[in-house]
């Protein structure tokens, strides 16, 4: 897989969860919104990954999570997010939605109505989403 495969499943995975949402499908809705943002971080990565260099096993290993506060410090972002949350509200407020986002919900039938939709915002809003923030650098 590499960064453009990546970034197609983001904007699969946030097109699939834009549909759920229109179905009343809460859980899925919330599950693949959150996929859509762990993909775009780790386009990010991969971009970052130069072609023939022997990449560092500790960078490697910690992109094998779920955590997308720790993709965004593997991917160089945190501290962009962070002078961003700083300055613009909006942007502090949907990163605080998006960066507790767990994968752990695909165990969990029962997701509230405003999470999902709370979630899908804070990923796609135009100006201050995450999804749009993320893509500048994948």
């Not at 996929?35 to 490697?60: M, N, S």
């Not at 720790?70 to 945190?78: D, V």
Request: aromatic share 12%; proline share 3%.
């Amino acid at each position: 897989m590499n960064r453009f495969d990546l970034q197609r499943l983001a904007e699969l995975r946030i097109a699939e969860a834009k549909v759920l949402l229109e179905n009343n499908c809460w859980a899925g809705a919330y599950y693949l919104a959150g996929y859509a943002v762990e993909c775009a971080l780790k386009a990010c990565i991969a971009k970052a990954t130069q072609q023939y260099d022997f990449p560092d096993r500790g960078r490697v290993n910690s992109s094998h999570t779920h955590n997308l506060s720790a993709l965004a410090r593997i991917a160089g972002l945190e501290e962009n997010f962070r002078e961003r949350a700083a300055s613009e509200e909006s942007f502090n407020i949907n990163w605080k939605a998006v960066r507790d986002w767990s994968e752990e919900v695909r165990y969990r039938p029962n997701v509230p109505e405003h999470r999902a939709v709370t979630l899908y915002g804070a990923i796609v809003d135009a100006e201050y989403g995450v999804l749009p923030c993320i893509k500048k650098f994948w």
